[in-house]
């Protein structure tokens, strides 16, 4: 399923990730994941959050651009090999991903996938998803 995910560029300075983490403490908006890459100057931190018009809102008196960023999540069960299938599905329909990364939430796993062929990643997880229930 496509989600909303928010997409900010920071400082590679000590305390600008706290700042964005704390901002979002403070208005009771809730992390479920985060991954953050480094760049020379900046970093480019990815949240899902669980309301994402709350957090961009919140964001604004950090004076940094906030980007909402359609991705796909997809359950994954958490057993050996299982996202290892879903990256075989994506190779043999010729999609290449961007970025990727996975967590945790309420005990069921979740891969965060973003490619530039979105509508293509779209429709090939929805029938790997749809085959995955029919076995």
Same mark, same amino acid.
């Given at each position: ?6 997409? /900010? ?5 000590? &305390?600008?990730?706290?700042? @964005?983490?704390?901002? *979002?403490? =403070?208005?009771? +908006? ?43 999540? /997809? ?5 050996? &090999?299982?996202?290892?299938? @879903?990256?075989?599905? *994506?190779? =043999?329909?010729? +999609? ?40």
């Amino acid at each position: 399923m496509i989600i909303q995910q928010l997409t /900010l560029h920071i400082e590679d300075r000590s &305390g600008a990730t706290y700042l @964005v983490f704390q901002t *979002l403490a =403070d208005k009771g +908006i809730n992390i479920l994941s985060y991954s953050i890459n480094d760049e020379p100057e900046y970093g480019v931190l990815r949240l899902i959050v669980d309301n994402v018009n709350r957090a961009t809102e919140a964001l604004k008196v950090l004076d940094l651009f906030v980007e909402q960023t359609p991705v796909y999540s /997809l359950n994954v069960p958490n057993e050996p &090999g299982s996202m290892s299938r @879903v990256l075989k599905e *994506l190779k =043999d329909h010729d +999609i290449s991903l961007d970025f990727l990364y996975a967590f945790q939430y309420r005990g069921i796993s979740q891969a965060i996938l973003h490619s530039k062929d979105m509508q293509g990643l779209i429709n090939c997880m929805t029938e790997y998803e749809k085959a995955r229930l029919q076995d």
